[in-house]
């Protein structure tokens, strides 16, 4: 079928882009089949992350159209990948030419997903971000949480308005499977394992700021705000 009898058949049937079958990418990874993924191209004029997306737009790559939702005003930007049963709906955006979004992980609402790399079964939502970032295990990210610069290597819960900036959690020396749950605070640099290595105190001073105390690499560091 000629690209603009597909182009026409979309608009038709009410979706937002097609998958152009000859742009495509093969994606190898260690200890995984070879998969393919496809360029996609905006069919309609829409606003994704405040810009304008007009028919004829080129955007990243998929597997499938079960990765990216018609719906709604997600999109997938720039080089970006969304592979195996990976899903970005509602308005969520997948932006840069380095992020690869795997496995089962779910981004979605208002989230964005920066030039990072997110798999393990990871759900991206509310209105988080996570930008420069390396996701490997199953972790939830939401509210209004900002992780930025950020290795994260085992289970953790991050939501609220907690602020994560070159930091890791879970470390090389890391053991054991508790799920880390940090409900708020504001961490640079910090090096997370466990619930013991951080402490947040609210209501701080006359501002009644917010003070978060934590382990970094061979020291304790404090911070108020996210710097």
């Not at 603009?4 to 260690?30: C, M, P, S, T």
């Not at 200890?31 to 004829?56: H, L, S």
């Not at 749950?181 to 209501?203: L, P, R, T, W």
């Amino acid at each position: 079928m000629e690209l603009r009898d597909r182009i026409r058949l979309a608009q038709e049937n009410g979706l937002k882009y097609i998958i152009l079958d000859d742009d495509y990418r093969d994606i190898v990874r260690e200890n995984c089949p070879t998969q393919r993924v496809y360029r996609i191209m905006a069919v309609k004029d829409f606003v994704a992350d405040n810009k304008n997306v007009t028919e004829g737009r080129l955007g990243g790559y998929i597997a499938s159209d079960e990765n990216l939702s018609h719906e709604g005003s997600c999109w997938v930007w720039g080089n970006s990948i969304v592979m195996d049963s990976a899903t970005v709906v509602e308005n969520a955006q997948v932006i840069g030419d380095t992020t690869r979004i795997y496995d089962f992980t779910h981004i979605s609402d208002e989230a964005k997903v920066i030039n990072s790399v997110v798999y393990g079964g990871t759900s991206v939502f509310g209105s988080a971000q996570v930008r420069d970032s390396s996701i490997y295990a199953s972790s939830l990210i939401t509210n209004t949480a900002s992780v930025v610069s950020t290795t994260i290597n085992k289970m953790a819960r991050i939501q609220n308005s907690t602020c994560l900036r070159d930091s890791v959690i879970g470390t090389t020396k890391s053991s054991g499977s508790e799920t880390i749950k940090i409900m708020a605070g504001d961490f640079v640099d910090a090096q997370i394992d466990s619930q013991n290595d951080f402490i947040v105190i609210e209501n701080v001073g006359m501002e009644k700021g917010r003070l978060t105390i934590y382990n970094s690499q061979n020291r304790v560091l404090a911070t108020r705000g996210c710097l």
